[in-house]
């Protein structure tokens, strides 16, 4: 993804035009890249479950979307539809799980070619286009992996995933 000359500017607007992603970049000045939740939503959880759940939806045949790697917190985040049920019980699930979902209105980080931004977040599965799984398809597969997972949790329920 990350080609000679690629800029904030450039890689926004790729994610714009070919991903469908409404990327802005904000602030200019640090180049950092973010996008408000929306047409799309984003599950955060940890790097290991992460793994897990990536590998499940592949041996599912579930075609993979977008993730975002965060190195520095150990997190890793699907970009899904925004097709999960607003249900108090399913994100109580889910938060307890230390996933935590971004919905309508939320900020998501996404990737930036800027040194200092690069750092932080980087693509696990870069996006290439506008498709991303259903949100069903990926608490699924957190719920089939969850009890093999440590219990531990982070700062969660951020309404700022990034």
Do not use: N
Not at 15 to 39: N, W
Not at 57 to 79: K, Y
Not at 96 to 106: I, Q, T
Not at 151 to 156: E, M, P
């Amino acid at each position: 993804m990350e080609t000679h000359g690629d800029t904030p500017l450039s890689r926004c607007l790729f994610y714009r035009r070919e991903c469908g992603l409404p990327a802005v970049v904000d602030p200019p000045e640090l180049g950092r890249i973010v996008m408000r939740a929306g047409s799309v939503w984003a599950m955060t959880m940890p790097i290991r479950l992460g793994q897990a759940v990536k590998a499940h939806l592949q041996s599912g045949g579930v075609a993979l979307g977008p993730i975002v790697g965060h190195p520095r917190s150990g997190r890793w985040t699907f970009l899904t539809q925004p097709d999960l049920p607003d249900d108090v019980r399913l994100f109580a699930e889910l938060f307890r799980l230390d996933v935590v979902v971004a919905r309508s209105g939320a900020t998501i980080a996404l990737p930036s070619p800027t040194a200092a931004v690069g750092a932080i977040r980087h693509w696990i599965v870069p996006p290439r286009s506008t498709f991303r799984p259903s949100g069903h398809s990926v608490v699924e597969a957190v719920r089939a992996w969850a009890d093999q997972m440590p219990r531990t949790r982070r700062s969660a329920g951020k309404s700022h995933v990034g």
